[in-house]
């Protein structure tokens, strides 16, 4: 995907918030801000894309900041959080009895823990009032009738693309009703920090080995699925997929590179700002479940 001219202000916005929440001195703040301008304007110039830019800033940002994972305390929040939710949240998906609503509410809270999100600008989010948006929630893009048809039709492996920390313990929920539908879920994690992305601590504490046939920490610290950087292990998984589940916006940016593998994807995720609203042609806060055909 290619910068929106709103991602450029996002881009700054975010990664400058990074900064200045540093315990850097204001000297080596404004040096540091500077710093990320110059890289910014570079790589702009290059027409890079924006999950590409936004990564290489990330890294910027914690080499200059000397801090190796600046969302920790956010995340162990997120986490805490959604798994004090989490059984009621599983109460209200298994309260119906059909296995099609089970599957709809399991991804609807997917969708809606998605909204647990610290890297876009535009985005605000409670904490507080997660559970009612839970229940509350309806998709502007619903696609879950094809997606569990075609999931019922057959059987295989799913490759399921994690997103932030706190979602993944929804995430768990979804996961868990789609193995006791017969498919092999393997779960794909960071291996190292990205924002508030989820990594293989989070997916333990979200019980997700628990409920998933493998969990592999095998994406890097990128901003969705750079195909260029993903290791062998990951590219082999995409590659044998049957299905691949993406959550995010992020990972929706980078969607493209994936469907080169002729698998079908379903992309979850919240239409936290106006580019990513723009591209799907939907208000921004609609919730989506999207398949895209292989």
Known sequence: MKPHPECILCLVKVRGREILSSSLSLEDKRRCLECLLLELSRLLSMDTSVPVIATKLFRLVRKLTGIDDPYAVEKRLANDVASRFRPI??????STGDLYQRF????????VGNTIDVGASEHRFSLDNLLDSVVGAELTVDDTKIVFDMICKRRGRITYVCDNAGE??????????LEGMGWRVVVLVKSEPYQNDAMLNDALEAGIPEVASEVLSVVPGTSGLILSELPVEALEELKGSDI???KGMANLETLEDVRTYGRPVVCLLQAKC????RILDVPVKSNIVKLFKA
């Open 168 to 177: 993944i313990v929804f995430d768990s929920i979804l996961i868990k009703i």
């Open 274 to 277: 106006t580019p990513i609203a």
């Open 89 to 94: 949240v599983e109460d209200w998906v298994d």
């Open 104 to 111: 709809r509410r399991a991804c609807i809270s997917t969708v």
């Open 244 to 246: 691949v589940f993406m």
